[in-house]
């Protein structure tokens, strides 16, 4: 397969096994600029673990994955973490740094080249003001509440100024506003700056409210991709999920009620 110019993400027929358990089998993938792809399916499917072959925390058996065309096999780490930013689920609170404005500024050492310079200290202001923990930036970071944690480990990954956004349950432990407000930060961050993002979503209604795309995994295999409001139908949802679902136009846009 050829890569397509504006492919920014490609996962190609990738297959991994935690010892002799199949966890991914031939999944394949295409985050674009612009959009946001909802990586979607039950607990277990293996969404964690497709992010983390992305991210190089993980090797496939098979298969290849490729950041603006080149093999990530080839990137090295910090070449890799220019590219992409990877906040994961249930964050680990294992990061050497006191305070909120010093992780943040963390997402710059990949672009540091000597010293912190203006520039950076600035991104990393405009990327705490963007998820809403400005005020916090001289609190300690293991002191936050998980949806502060969450936020600022967005803010970090923003910060790091990346070509692919790797998102994983981004909204798992926020409030419903914070809910609405980060999903839109990440839509006109990806919008403004045509750069992808890969979300692994379980609100399903969050998902075709945000997600341009949708990859929807079951038991580690592809069972629909393509436009997130042609792959959420309810013969797909109950497929996978087992549950009864109505998608219904309400206040003029499509909303799945689980039944
Ligand atoms: N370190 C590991 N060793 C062995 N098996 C694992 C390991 N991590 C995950 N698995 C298994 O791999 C499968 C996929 O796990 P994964 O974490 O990718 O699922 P997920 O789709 O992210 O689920 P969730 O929605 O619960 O986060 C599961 O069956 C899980 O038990
Ligand atoms: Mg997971």
Redesign the pocket.
């Given at each position: 397969m050829g890569y397509g110019l504006d492919v920014l993400l490609r996962v190609d027929g990738v297959v991994f096994n935690?010892g002799s358990?199949n966890?991914l089998q031939d999944v394949c993938l295409d985050a674009l600029p612009g959009e946001i792809l909802g990586i979607l399916?039950p607990?277990?499917?293996?969404?964690?673990?497709m992010l983390r072959c992305i991210n190089k925390i993980l090797t496939p058996k098979q298969g290849t994955i490729a950041i603006d065309g080149v093999d990530i096999e080839k990137m090295d780490r910090i070449e890799l973490s220019r590219k992409i930013g990877y906040v994961p689920?249930n964050s680990v609170q294992d990061i050497c740094a006191p305070t909120v404005y010093e992780v943040v500024l963390m997402g710059r050492r990949p672009h540091i080249a000597w010293e912190v310079s203006d520039k950076d200290r600035d991104i990393a202001w405009k990327a705490m003001e963007e998820m809403g923990v400005k005020h916090l930036s001289s609190k300690r970071f293991d002191h936050l509440s998980s949806g502060q944690t969450q936020r600022v480990l967005m803010a970090r990954a923003i910060a790091q100024e990346v070509k692919v956004l790797l998102l994983d349950e981004p909204t798992s432990n926020l409030d419903v506003r914070y809910q609405i407000d980060v999903m839109k930060t990440i839509q006109s961050l990806v919008r403004g700056k045509n750069i992808g993002a890969c979300s692994v979503m379980h609100d399903l209604d969050l998902a075709m409210r945000f997600c341009d795309k949708a990859v929807l995994l079951s038991e580690g295999r592809v069972l629909a991709a393509g436009r997130t409001e042609d792959v959420l139908n309810p013969d797909n949802i109950k497929k996978v999920y087992g549950v009864d679902s109505v998608i219904d136009n309400i206040y003029g846009r499509e909303r799945i009620l689980i039944m």
């Open positions: 935690y358990t966890v399916g607990n277990g499917s293996g969404k964690t673990t689920q």
